[in-house]
């Protein structure tokens, strides 16, 4: 259980930010508790971009039927957070923006940066999300059965921990609007 989401059938328990003589929590044992509670499974398509698929049209210049590279799926755990990308004064605001002031939903995931292991994430690389309980890991071959939504990586940040250990991705992304 998560210290900075405690339960509520625990009063006793001491739920303030920085518990006994510690001046900080532990992020990596934080996170794997989020990650456990409120994680859910995603599959990552990490593309390897220095070889072509069979998909691959050297006249377009472009995958034509599928992706124009190979790829590798990865089954992991990860954290969904919605924003938007609204400027100006509806920032952080509850109502919807005036008109003419357009707000792009964007998708955050955090993802544990060893479960894609030897690959890293990177920009243009997919993330699928698909219907799935805890109860066991899925296998890609199951999952990509049952895709539900597809995002496009737009940025794929490191998040370092203490002594600059690389600890989890965040991959901003948002829904591909030509349908992929």
């Known amino acids: 259980m998560s210290i900075l989401y405690p339960k509520m ?7 303030t930010m920085f518990p006994g003589p510690t001046t900080g929590i532990d992020l990596r044992a934080e996170m794997d508790s989020i990650m456990e ?9 990490h593309f390897d971009r220095t070889q072509h698929s069979s998909d691959w049209d050297p006249i377009a210049q472009e995958g034509v039927g599928g992706p124009g590279y190979t790829w590798v799926d990865y089954i992991t755990l990860a954290r969904k957070v919605i924003r938007s990308t609204a400027t100006g004064s509806a920032t ?14 964007m998708v955050v995931y955090y993802i544990k940066w060893n479960t894609i292991y030897p690959d890293d994430v ?5 993330i699928m999300e698909f219907p799935w309980d805890k109860t066991r890991a899925p296998v890609s071959e199951e999952a990509v059965l049952i895709v ?3 995002y496009e990586i737009l940025e794929a940040a ?5 002594k600059g250990r690389r600890e989890y991705y965040m991959c901003v992304t948002r829904t591909d609007i030509g349908g992929r």
């Open 92 to 105: 952080g605001l509850e109502h919807p923006a005036p008109m003419g002031l357009v707000t792009v939903p």
């Open 9 to 15: 059938d625990l009063p006793n328990r001491n739920t």
């Open 148 to 150: 539900s939504n597809s």
């Open 37 to 45: 509670e409120y994680g859910s499974y995603i599959l990552v398509r």
């Open 122 to 126: 990177s920009n243009g690389d997919m």
């Open 158 to 162: 490191d998040l370092l921990g203490d």
